[in-house]
Structure formats: C-alpha cells, structure tokens
C-alpha cells in the first residue's frame, strides 16, 4: 500500500502514548498542540507534571517540563530545515508563556522521530561542528547549536524490547513483532490502552502487507487481525455505498430537473438530497457539484 493512503500521525500519536504506558500519570499528552489561533501545529507536545520525575522510558530520559516531539512518517525525509522547524516551535512555545520568562529555555526540549537513520542531517551535524552521542540504541542527543536540548529518534534501530510500539510503524515489522502485538492487543482490558493499540496496529497492518498475509494462515490470528481490519474494511464499503447513492440521486435529479415536471422541493424528496443541493444543480446548469 502507498503511504499516502496510509494516516502515520495519529499511530505515532498512539504508540507515543504507549511507549510511556508506565509513566502516564506523571504525563500530559497534547496531540497537533496549537501555538496560535492560524494552523501552527506541533505533532505532540508532552508535559511532564512534575519536573523532578524520573521517567522508566530511555526516550523520556531528557524530557523537562514541555517537551515538543515531531515525527516523520515512513520514507519521509529528515533535513535540517525539519530540526529548525522543531527549534522554532519550541521557541514559540516558550514566548507564549503568560508572564515573561514562566517557560524558561532549560525547560522545553526537542525530539524528532524517523524510522531511518538520516543521513545527510548527521553529515550537517558533524560538518558543522555538532556533537552527537547514542546514550540509547536508536537514540541520538545533538549537542552544540540549538538553543533547546534535541534529540532525534530512529524507529528501527530502537531496542525491540524496550520501545515495540514506535518500532511498529515501519514497513519492516517481523512477524514476531506483530504476533506479539496482535496477542497483546488481544488480551489488554484497559479501554484507553486498547484503542492506542489498535491504533497502532491499524497503520502496522496496512504496511506490513507480506507479514499480515503470512499471519492470516494462522486461526487464532486471522481472528484478531479480521477484528483489526474489520473496521477499516466497513468504513470504505460505507464509503463506497455512500458515493453510489450520491452519484445516483445527482442522476435522478438532473433527469427530473430537465423534465420540469416537479417543482424543486419535490425532487428533493424524491432523491433524498439537501434542497440545497437540488437547487445548485439547477443553478450549474445541471452539473454535478
């Protein structure tokens, strides 16, 4: 499946909650965290209550009191310019505080997600004097020219004990990885934890086409992953239905349209589209809106 049909954002929403499952009530999740009234959004904003709490997660290690995360979806790129972008929401951030200085510097930090290792921003770092150091695996600490502490996460190089959530949304997912987390999913009471998870999965499946496959053979697993999928496959069905009903009854009312026989109120009843509709269709010259 191409990743532009696939919606990344709200699974990382989902596995980021779920990689600090342990911490959750030492932490405040924002998601699309708005910094202004126009559409300026941070991927996630995560604000730790107390600043003295020492977070179990490696990638919370770092985390102060806001902690601005950005993420790149599969094959996306990674550049400086995404980095300066992060920098300049955390400094956003900080001025909208309600007096001057509440939101001090030493108090945001910045991470950014990707599934690869990028590269070409690491050559920038090093060739432009930047120090990186990997206190974790997968986790990298930028020091030297950003005002706000920076991190950059790289999924696939994360522990696979530590941090299989974010390991999920790649398309390189083992089929350990997924039975593991099908069978997870399976037995979680928790509603909020099951929804992150399924979450999570809904993304995982449809980019991991090969191991989903190979897992349908397997009875107990078909049975998960149809419970998985279920939704996603109703939803376009509706969606499809939906288009077709539309479609026919722009149909029906352009041909009653031309005979002039009824008066608009009427074909509006007669096709169960908005009167509004009907009386656009007229206004187009009987066009499709």
């Known amino acids: 499946m191409e990743e532009k049909k696939i919606q990344w954002h709200p699974a990382f929403a989902a596995a980021l909650e779920m990689e600090f499952i342990q911490d959750r009530d030492s932490l405040a999740f924002e998601r699309e965290y708005s ?11 995560i604000i730790k209550k107390k600043k003295e709490t020492a977070l179990k997660n490696e990638i919370g290690k770092c985390f102060e009191t806001y902690n601005v995360v950005e993420y790149k979806s599969m094959k996306a790129a990674l550049t400086i310019d995404d980095v300066s972008k992060a920098q300049g929401y955390a400094h956003l951030l900080k001025a909208y505080g309600k007096r001057v200085d509440e939101i001090r510097f030493e108090d945001v930090t910045v991470t950014l997600v ?3 290792e990028p590269a070409s921003l690491f050559r920038y770092f ?3 004097g930047y120090r990186i150091t990997m206190p974790y695996k997968g986790i990298y600490y930028v020091n030297g020219g950003f005002r ?6 790289v999924g696939k190089e994360l522990s696979r004990e530590n941090h299989e959530w974010l390991r999920l949304l790649s398309g390189g997912v083992t089929r350990r990885e997924m039975e593991r987390a099908i069978a997870y999913s399976g037995a979680v009471e928790d509603k909020r934890e099951k929804e992150l998870i399924d979450a999570i999965l809904d993304v995982s499946v449809a980019a991991n086409r090969a191991v989903v496959e190979e897992l349908m053979g397997d009875e107990h697993m078909y049975e998960t992953l149809m419970e998985i999928m279920e939704p996603r496959i109703r939803e ?5 239905a939906q288009e077709s009903a539309k479609e026919t009854a722009k149909e029906t009312a352009e041909k009653l349209i031309k005979k002039g026989k009824l008066t608009l109120e009427d074909i509006a009843d007669c096709t169960g ?3 509004e509709t009907v009386k656009k269709l007229e206004q187009d010259a009987l066009q499709f809106v």
């Open 35 to 45: 910094l202004n009234r126009k559409p300026l959004l941070i991927d996630a904003l």
């Open 114 to 116: 990707r599934e690869s």
């Open 126 to 128: 090093v060739e432009h």
């Open 148 to 153: 706000f502490f920076t991190q950059i996460i």
């Open 236 to 240: 376009r069905e509706q969606r499809a």
């Open 273 to 275: 589209l908005p009167l």
